[in-house]
């Protein structure tokens, strides 16, 4: 480790007690900046002016960008309100999770690609992640596949998400609204998979599969992972690492 390493968490307690400006308003002209613009709109001397101080003086706080959006990512994981302890229903309790997921990831869509790779070491993440395990401890007396699991759900609603924002930006950046940009692409799906029968699989669910919405779907999909890990774990399959067989 580089002898002069410092946790950014480490820092702002002592910097807390000694600096006026507040690291929460910093963090909240860069959350404001990140959900209008995207991360890379988010410089320093962009927050710096928008918060109301010199550049130099952002530098006392955070050190680099990184460390700026590390803050934000704890900030923005701290918008969503859990029990004090989980209900005993781990069902209940991992899809109270995944959903606070997905509706941060959603209200702030740069959060999806800026969780990866972030340990959770924030105040809130580590709240949460602490909830999650209680959580999943209801579903297996095993805490490596109790982690397992919570990966599972973790993987999907990230997944889920991503996917979600990808559709949303293709028919942002087209300027049209989704019934716009469906009855735009129109005539090239007729053309080549109604009309020329290549895609007799596409075709059908084209004309006989409902069209979820993205909460319908999303809850269809969470529901199968549950399901899934009830069968795989939840009915006796913890026994050591046997789940894992």
């Given at each position: 480790?580089?002898?002069?390493?410092?946790?950014?968490?480490?820092?702002?307690?002592?910097?807390?007690?000694?600096?006026?400006?507040?690291?929460e308003?910093?963090?909240?002209?860069?959350?404001?900046?990140?959900?209008?613009?995207?991360?890379?709109?988010?410089?320093?001397?962009?927050?710096?002016?928008?918060?109301?101080?010199?550049?130099?003086?952002?530098?006392?706080?955070?050190?680099?960008?990184?460390?700026?959006?590390?803050?934000?990512?704890?900030?923005?994981?701290?918008?969503?309100?859990?029990?004090?302890?989980p209900?005993?229903?781990w069902?209940?309790?991992?899809?109270?999770?995944?959903?606070?997921?997905?509706?941060?990831?959603?209200?702030?869509?740069?959060?999806?690609?800026?969780?990866?790779?972030?340990?959770?070491?924030?105040?809130?993440?580590?709240?949460?992640?602490?909830f999650?395990?209680?959580?999943?401890?209801?579903?297996?007396?095993?805490?490596?596949?109790?982690?397992?699991?919570?990966?599972?759900?973790?993987?999907?609603?990230h997944?889920?998400?991503?996917?979600?924002?990808?559709?949303?930006?293709?028919?942002?950046?087209?300027?049209?609204?989704?019934?716009?940009?469906?009855?735009?692409?129109?005539?090239?799906?007729?053309?080549?998979?109604?009309?020329?029968?290549?895609?007799?699989?596409?075709?059908?669910?084209?004309?006989?599969?409902?069209?979820?919405?993205?909460?319908?779907?999303?809850?269809?999909?969470?529901?199968?992972?549950?399901?899934?890990?009830?069968?795989?774990?939840?009915?006796?399959?913890?026994?050591?690492?046997?789940?894992?067989?």
């Amino acid at each position: 480790m580089p002898r002069d390493f410092t946790l950014v968490w480490t820092r702002l307690a002592e910097q807390r007690r000694r600096q006026a400006l507040s690291v929460e308003q910093i963090v909240a002209v860069a959350i404001g900046i990140a959900d209008a613009e995207g991360t890379p709109a988010l410089t320093m001397r962009r927050v710096a002016t928008e918060a109301g101080t010199g550049t130099t003086s952002l530098y006392r706080y955070v050190t680099n960008k990184d460390e700026l959006l590390e803050l934000m990512v704890d900030a923005v994981q701290g918008e969503r309100e859990l029990p004090a302890q989980p209900s005993g229903d781990w069902q209940a309790d991992l899809t109270l999770i995944a959903e606070g997921m997905r509706e941060t990831m959603l209200r702030h869509p740069w959060l999806a690609t800026e969780l990866g790779g972030r340990a959770p070491l924030g105040p809130n993440a580590l709240r949460t992640a602490n909830f999650a395990m209680l959580a999943a401890a209801g579903a297996t007396e095993d805490v490596t596949v109790a982690a397992a699991l919570l990966g599972v759900v973790s993987n999907y609603v990230h997944g889920a998400v991503l996917a979600e924002l990808s559709e949303l930006e293709a028919v942002r950046r087209s300027g049209m609204n989704k019934d716009e940009f469906r009855a735009a692409v129109s005539p090239y799906v007729r053309e080549v998979v109604v009309d020329s029968g290549a895609y007799p699989a596409l075709l059908r669910r084209m004309i006989e599969a409902e069209d979820l919405s993205y909460d319908e779907q999303f809850a269809f999909g969470l529901r199968c992972v549950l399901a899934g890990i009830e069968s795989r774990v939840a009915r006796g399959g913890d026994a050591g690492h046997a789940a894992f067989s």
